[in-house]
């Protein structure tokens, strides 16, 4: 079965940190760029960042740069998402995705072709 697991949500302070794991199984990532998407109710999906395929590029939306560094293990056929500084708005529902290339193309939920279930974060005092 062809799938991405992710891992390492839960509820945190202000200023505290998270790591969020994505697992792939039945496929390897090494050929995927990978993204970090999240969603709050009744909103969209956001895109928060990418990496190439080979780990040597990443992209970041604004509102996390600084704070969050996205990295890879392609041994290990896992991404990471390193949050730190957190704050109440980075609340929502992470979900990891792959796109099939090397290149992070954009935060198009369409283009990519896995997705996982989704791992909740949740930034209160």
């Known amino acids: 079965q062809l799938q991405l697991v992710e891992s390492g949500g839960g509820l945190v302070q202000p200023g505290e940190s998270l790591r969020l794991s994505c697992a792939a199984s039945?496929?390897?990532?090494?050929?995927?760029?990978v993204a970090w998407f999240r969603q709050v109710p009744g909103k969209g999906r956001e895109g928060v960042s990418c990496?190439?395929?080979?780990?040597?590029?990443?992209i970041y939306v604004n509102s996390v740069k600084g704070r969050f560094t996205i990295s890879r293990d392609n041994v290990k056929n896992m991404v990471f998402l390193q949050m730190n500084s957190l704050k109440p708005e980075d609340t929502a529902v992470y979900y990891c995705?792959?796109?099939?290339?090397?290149?992070?193309?954009?935060?198009?939920?369409?283009?990519?072709?896995?997705w996982g279930q989704g791992t909740q974060v949740t930034v209160s005092s």
């Open positions: 990496i190439t395929s080979s780990g040597s590029d990443a």
């Open positions: 039945g496929f390897t990532l090494d050929k995927y760029a």
């Open positions: 995705a792959a796109d099939l290339g090397h290149w992070c193309s954009g935060y198009v939920p369409s283009d990519y072709e896995y």
